[in-house]
T-cell receptor, first 111, second 116 residues
Framework: AQSVTQLDSHVSVSEGTPVLLRCNYS??????LFWYVQHPNKGLQLLLK??????LVKGINGFEAEFKKSETSFHLTKPSAHMSDAAEYFC?????????FGTGTRLKVLA | DVKVTQSSRYLVKRTGEKVFLECVQD?????MFWYRQDPGLGLRLIYF???????EKGDIPEGYSVSREKKERFSLILESASTNQTSMYLC???????????????FGPGTRLTVT
């Protein structure tokens, strides 16, 4: 069975410090994986995607993620948090005829 | 840039009313999706469509129907709105990659529906 697990429901960081949002997946074949961000009362915006071309994927707004097959992980990172990064983040796997969403991680950025 | 638009950002309806939520995408995507998002429950798939006039039930289709008469438009219909359908509704579209797999989804801004 395919699944996505976001390991933290809430993460707090100080402005200017690194961000790490963790995502583990389970899939019997090589998956496509995505990270989305959702600001309050808005739709989801694609941050980046992994589709087997390169294991380190760079996205918008300084975010990147590394696909690690041996660890079945696809963690999202950013070197330096900005106040505008405060939002909810979703890790998503493209399964067979459906998408599988993680439960989301709410990122809080402290001034 | 892909654009997915939804007919309303906010909607207030009365119990028992028939409600139409419209979604339009401008990038010739085969697949379109309707989700609802509720606090603590994440995104749940209501219906999706992988071609014109085709539809598939998602995880929570009860109380909803859909229509896709044109490739760019996917409508969600609440036949008789109830208070437990108060929610944020998100539409999305995507390209197919073959063998039942999809490329990334593009989401609309959402419609916050309140049923009183």
């Amino acid at each position: 069975a395919q699944s996505v697990t976001q390991l933290d429901s809430h993460v707090s960081v100080s402005e200017g410090t690194p961000v790490l949002l963790r995502c583990n997946y389970s899939s019997s074949y090589s998956p496509s994986l995505f990270w989305y961000v959702q600001h309050p009362n808005k739709g989801l915006q694609l941050l980046l995607k992994y589709t087997s071309a390169a294991t380190l994927v760079k996205g918008i707004n300084g975010f990147e993620a590394e696909f690690k097959k041996s660890e079945t992980s696809f963690h999202l990172t950013k070197p330096s948090a900005h106040m505008s990064d405060a939002a909810e983040y979703f890790c998503v796997l493209s399964g067979t005829y459906k998408y599988i969403f993680g439960t989301g991680t709410r990122l809080k950025v402290l001034a | 840039d892909v654009k997915v638009t939804q007919s309303s950002r906010y909607l207030v309806k009365r119990t028992g009313e028939k409600v139409f939520l419209e979604c339009v995408q401008d990038m010739d995507h085969e697949n379109m999706f309707w989700y609802r998002q509720d606090p603590g429950l994440g995104l749940r798939l209501i219906y999706f469509s992988y071609d014109v006039k085709m539809k598939e039930k998602g995880d929570i289709p009860e109380g909803y129907s859909v229509s896709r008469e044109k490739k760019e438009r996917f409508s969600l219909i609440l036949e008789s709105a109830s208070t437990n359908q108060t929610s944020m509704y998100l539409c999305a579209s995507s390209l197919s990659k073959g063998l039942g797999s999809f490329d990334e989804q593009y989401f609309g801004p959402g419609t916050r529906l309140t049923v009183t």
